[in-house]
């Protein structure tokens, strides 16, 4: 199974400022994805990244504001612009490449708060 | 838009019980899968299921998938109070030509010693 990391854990930033969240996995994956989850609710999916190719994100969810970077097959960024306190949430990236398929590796979560 | 509907929204029970989750979906699907999560970190995958199988057990767990009724359900046997989390089902998807899960709203499971 992929071990994932995140960086940062968590942060409070001020409404209007950008954060870039990481995500590395430990070994090379075809497919990773990027979810929400806001205060007590479900994981709701943003996008998924595909190495080499420009992401695909879901209904509700732009480039603008949800950037991703995608440079290699171990790594992906995700980045929060122009933030405010709506976007206060558990960022959570995840992979595929595990012996089941279809099963997803989910990294620890970045819990943002803007302020 | 989210696809599973998981009742109960929260439980809690006495350790050494059984604890039952259900989960139900609305369009068909491949497979279905459960996730637990602990305070709010990263989801850990515990079990899937095929649109072909109705029960799988792993450990302690045991599904079920009725793929008639759209519904699945998750028992947790001798629950522990290292089981307090909260379980989430998946159903996979396709947008867009990719592969995707679509969870459901989860159940917030605490286990009291």
């Known amino acids: 199974s992929a071990v994932i990391s995140q960086k940062p854990s968590r942060d409070i930033c001020q409404r209007g400022t950008s954060l870039t969240i990481q995500c590395q996995v430990d070994s090379q994956v075809t497919m990773m994805f990027w979810y929400r989850q806001q205060p007590g609710q479900s994981l709701t999916l943003i996008a998924t990244?595909?190495?080499?190719?420009?992401?695909?994100?879901e209904s509700g969810f732009v480039i603008d504001k949800f950037p991703i970077s995608r440079p290699n097959l171990t790594f992906s960024t995700l980045t929060v612009s122009n933030m405010s306190p709506e976007d206060s949430s558990i960022y959570l990236c995840?992979?595929?490449?595990?012996?089941?398929?279809?099963?997803?590796?989910f990294g620890p979560g970045t819990r943002l708060l803007v302020l | 838009s989210q696809q599973g509907e998981e009742d109960p929204q929260a439980l809690s029970i006495q350790e050494g019980e059984n604890a039952t989750m259900n989960c139900s979906y609305k369009?068909?699907?491949?497979?279905l899968q459960w996730y637990r999560q602990n305070s709010g970190r990263g989801l850990v995958h515990l079990i899937l299921?095929?649109?072909?199988?109705r029960e799988k057990h792993s450990g302690r767990l045991r599904v079920t998938l009725d793929t008639s009724k759209k519904s699945s359900s998750l028992l947790i046997t001798a629950s522990r109070a290292a089981d307090t989390a909260s379980y989430f089902c998946?159903?996979?998807?396709?947008?867009?030509?990719?592969?995707?899960?679509?969870f459901g709203q989860g159940t917030r499971l605490t286990i009291n010693p």
């Open positions: 998946a159903t996979d998807a396709r947008s867009q030509g990719a592969q995707k899960l679509v």
């Open positions: 299921i095929r649109s072909n199988e």
């Open positions: 369009t068909s699907i491949n497979n």
């Open positions: 995840s992979s595929t490449g595990g012996k089941i398929q279809e099963t997803q590796y």
């Open positions: 990244a595909n190495q080499g190719s420009e992401a695909t994100y």
